[in-house]
């Protein structure tokens, strides 16, 4: 077996690691608000994350393209395998430092940190037009965007269920929860197994196994959907506290509110814009959304700076540790 080759399979390895993080990382941004309100149990709800992680993983190749080709360039054989490698292990260390401390961070933002640290410290092309048009933008907006659709959503059930009983009403949206935490695990498939298709097409081309036009391998779609439908079905049980209950404590229609917000950001930023946007930053601003409409108070905002600040950190910590990576790399392999 010749070097590119063993290369190309170690990345591919390594970037299904990063998707299983991934899975496991960022399962709480589908399901958190239902279990907390009780809307599922959680392995009913993790089993449903899985099962549409899978499904939206098959629903488009856009977002899986600009990470493929829109960030940098990495020259071809095993210097640009190298560079890809040490990206991913940025991206999971940082995966893992803040699932260890219950944060949730963006696994988008450490894949996208870890390319551009990688790429820096390897004197290689980086498509900083790219890096801010798909990545910075869409970063800043959609967490905006994410809470004032879910305030909005949330102030118009206030208005419409007035006059309801409160019992009731939450036992309908306890059901409606169902569909709307299924929609936002479809969404997170949509975005994030992309991001590690993406990865993979990348190593493939560099190794010279693929064309940069060709179209991303059957194989590789499938892989990418396995790999984040099982890791979410191993479940973030720390990142779901946080989400779950150390924001806001959640009721039904306030669940179903940042759910539905959350899932429409990201259906329209992939199918939109191909914009590798972040599940985490969207679902948690959502939930910061819904719980100022109640009263600012209800928001418990250190929690909420830390997880901001935890965001803030992701691209260049994971930036750093791909830049390491990529010397004792190289030092390695080449």
């Known amino acids: 077996m010749d070097l590119s080759l063993a290369l190309v399979i170690g990345v591919v390895v390594v970037a299904l690691i990063f998707d299983y993080t991934n899975g496991f990382h960022d399962a709480a941004n589908a399901i958190a608000t239902s279990v907390s309100t009780r809307a599922l149990t959680p392995r009913a709800a993790l089993f449903m994350a899985a099962a549409m992680n899978f499904i939206g993983a098959h629903l488009g190749t856009q977002v899986a393209q600009t990470v493929g080709k829109g960030i940098i360039d990495a020259p071809k054989g095993s210097h640009g395998l190298v560079i890809v490698a040490a990206a991913l292990i940025g991206a999971i260390t940082w995966n893992l430092i803040t699932w260890y401390f219950g944060l949730p961070s963006s696994s988008s933002h450490a894949l996208i940190g870890g390319l551009v640290g990688s790429a820096v410290a390897s004197a290689s092309v980086v498509h900083w037009d790219g890096v801010l048009e798909k990545v910075v933008i869409p970063m800043i907006l959609s967490p905006l965007v994410g809470f004032t659709l879910a305030a909005a959503i949330m102030i118009a059930i206030y208005w419409i269920f007035r006059n309801s009983q409160p019992g009731k009403t939450n036992r309908g949206f306890r059901y409606s929860q169902t569909v709307s935490a299924a929609a936002m695990a479809l969404g997170h498939g949509l975005q994030d197994a992309q991001k590690t298709m993406g990865v993979i097409f990348l190593s493939l081309t560099v190794g010279g196994f ?88 209800a928001v418990r905002w250190g929690v909420a700076g830390n997880i901001i600040t935890a965001w803030i950190l992701t691209i260049p910590a994971a930036a750093a540790v791909a830049a390491v990576s990529y010397f004792l790399l190289h030092a390695i392999v080449e």
């Open 210 to 297: 693929a064309a940069p036009d060709d179209p991303i391998p059957q194989w590789v779609i499938l892989a990418a959907a396995g790999a984040i439908s099982l890791g979410t079905y191993a479940g973030g049980w720390r990142i779901m506290r946080t989400l779950g209950r150390r924001i806001i404590a959640l009721d039904p229609p306030q669940g179903f509110a940042a759910e539905s917000a959350a899932a429409t950001v990201l259906y329209a930023a992939a199918i939109g814009f191909g914009a590798p946007i972040s599940t985490t930053h969207t679902i948690t601003s959502a939930i910061m959304g819904v719980g100022a409409t109640k009263r600012l108070s």
